[in-house]
């Protein structure tokens, strides 16, 4: 269950991205997914 989480997360995070959104609203939200997020943000990693 914990990929599929991660998986729509960025998948909606990429299509927003695309469509030249700034936001994505990303449901549901696991402690697995922030910790990943809060690394993404870290080390400046972008999703496309």
Do not use: C, Y
């Amino acid at each position: 269950m914990g990929r599929r989480i991660l998986n729509d997360a960025l998948r909606t995070m990429v299509n927003a991205e695309r469509r030249g959104k700034a936001m994505a609203q990303l449901q549901p939200i696991s402690g697995v997914m922030i910790s990943f997020l809060n690394i993404m943000k870290h080390r400046g990693i972008r999703s496309t």
